[in-house]
């Protein structure tokens, strides 16, 4: 499977497509049975992995670099790098630094991967916006996101064989879809926005202007009013929006 010690088959990662998900993607590209190898070979463990989490103080991605030929800037950039950590009996992330910026590791998803079927049929990787907690939608088709398969029931895992296909062998892009709501559109659609995703600019959204915009009206207000946000916040911060975003919509 080596050539040079290197992958043999090495796509190059997307502009948006979180590291744990490019892991999974290496793997089955290479027909490996699962992720697992490529962590083992890179010295890496599974800690975390489900939230994207890779910490710069234990973490080293030059082992990852060298088997891919993808630069460890570019592999840090994809992942969530932990600023700031706690203790217990072991460390801990609580800050990572993601769409450049700090965000507290309780915003993010640890559960599994949730994704949408639609977008896997158009560009079959794992976007890193889907590793937060509050996006259950798709703005791009008004969709909600799966985190279970249709087929068997289970909760889609990262570490398995197929990126495209669940442990039951079901493919998930022919998961049928559930339109999302108003309020989950425009959650959906203004952190995308924020977190910079690639083309969401170019998401047609006439028909909910409108209330997008009586929702920017009222996230507005409670910035300014919400005394649980920092005294010294200054700009709308990815974090703080996200926050505010998520406690009115939901």
Not at 12 to 25: F, N
Not at 43 to 53: C, D, M, P, S, V
Not at 107 to 124: A, E
Request: net charge positive.
């Amino acid at each position: 499977m080596y050539t040079d010690n290197k992958l043999l088959r090495r796509p190059h990662p997307y502009a948006d497509e979180s590291l744990v998900g490019y892991i999974a993607r290496l793997a089955d590209s290479n027909y490996y049975s699962s992720p697992d190898y490529i962590l083992k070979v890179s010295a890496l463990t599974k800690t975390e992995r489900y939230a994207n989490i890779f910490y710069p103080q234990f973490d080293s991605l030059c082992l990852l670099s060298h088997i891919t030929g993808v630069s460890e800037k570019t592999l840090w950039s994809m992942a969530f790098s932990s600023v700031a950590l706690g203790k217990t009996k072991f460390f801990y992330a609580t800050i990572v630094q993601a769409f450049g910026e700090n965000i507290p590791v309780r915003f993010l998803r640890k559960q599994g991967p949730r994704l949408c079927p639609v977008c896997l049929q158009l560009s079959p990787y794992y976007r890193q916006v889907w590793h937060l907690h509050s996006v259950a939608g798709c703005p791009f088709h008004k969709c909600f996101l799966i985190e279970k398969c249709p087929n068997c029931h289970q909760s889609i895992q990262f570490f398995r064989a197929k990126l495209l296909k669940c442990k039951c062998g079901f493919d998930l892009r022919n998961s049928s879809i559930t339109t999302i709501s108003a309020e989950q559109y425009a959650l959906s659609y203004q952190i995308s926005l924020l977190c910079q995703v690639p083309e969401i600019d170019l998401v047609n959204c006439t028909d909910d202007i409108q209330y997008l915009e009586n929702l920017k009206a009222s996230l507005l207000y409670a910035l300014k009013t919400r005394v649980y946000l920092n005294r010294n916040f200054i700009g709308y911060t990815t974090c703080n929006v996200i926050f505010v975003m998520k406690a009115f919509v939901m």
